[in-house]
T-cell receptor
Framework: DTAVSQTPKYLVTQMGNDKSIKCEQN?????MYWYKQDSKKFLKIMFS???????INETVPNRFSPKSPDKAHLNLHINSLELGDSAVYFC?????????????FGPGTRLTVL | SQQGEEDPQALSIQEGENATMNCSYK?????LQWYRQNSGRGLVHLIL?????REKHSGRLRVTLDTSKKSSSLLITASRAADTASYFC???????????FGKGTTLSVSS
């Protein structure tokens, strides 16, 4: 009954490869997010989707492409992986309005690019 | 650009003592939230305080918000070894927008 789940939890890959991280939430939320946490624990927003539509797209290389097949899923596809992409990626969801502004985070996916 | 700054960056205390962490931010906010992250784990939501609130309690947690100073504090009373973690404040400009996180305070509680 996990609220926000991500797969895989760990991802180790070579430079130049393409990989995907999946996120699913069973909270019925309309809004989903991807955040990146670097080696210094700094968390920064990458993307935000509301009802499958892109709302926020921060300055992220276009090698990163989010895909939202339905409002319960927000997947992150990364092309041509680089060393600097190594980080922990967190998915989150929220239901804005009606006092429900809390964002709920998944357990994270630790990506290591060799 | 980064919004929040936590202070101190690291805090070491003994079990039973109180821990106070501060957070400052730069622009107007809708809410301010505090999260905990245990080493190698995800973010756990602790408490949310709205811009029109000044103080909020949840168990051993007490959060204050001073919008005139653009600052917040998190007090953990009677700390336990299990409170050892990193604590982040996060703000949003309006509901449904991305959270902007501070750099976090690393709290170590020794028994």
């Amino acid at each position: 009954d996990t609220a926000v789940s991500q797969t895989p939890k760990y991802l180790v890959t070579q430079m130049g490869n393409d990989k995907s991280i999946k996120c699913e939430q069973n909270l019925g939320h309309d809004t989903m997010y991807w955040y990146k946490q670097d080696s210094k624990k700094f968390l920064k927003i990458m993307f935000s989707y509301n009802n499958k539509e892109l709302i926020i797209n921060e300055t992220v290389p276009n090698r990163f492409s989010p895909k939202s097949p339905d409002k319960a899923h927000l997947n992150l596809h990364i092309n041509s992986l680089e060393l600097g992409d190594s980080a922990v990626y967190f998915c989150a969801s929220s239901q804005p309005g009606l006092g429900q502004d809390t964002q709920y985070f998944g357990p994270g996916t630790r990506l290591t690019v060799l | 650009s980064q919004q929040g700054e936590e202070d101190p960056q690291a805090l070491s205390i003994q079990e039973g003592e109180n821990a106070t962490m501060n957070c400052s931010y730069k622009t107007s906010i809708n809410n301010l939230q505090w999260y905990r992250q245990n080493s190698g784990r995800g973010l756990v939501h602790l408490i949310l305080i709205r811009s029109n609130e000044r103080e909020k309690h949840s168990g051993r947690l007490r959060v204050t918000l001073d919008t005139s100073k653009k600052s917040s504090s998190l007090l953990i009373t009677a700390s336990r070894a299990a409170d050892t973690a990193s604590y982040f404040c996060a703000t949003d400009a309006q509901a449904g927008t991305a959270l902007i996180f501070g750099k976090g305070t690393t709290l170590s509680v020794s028994s």
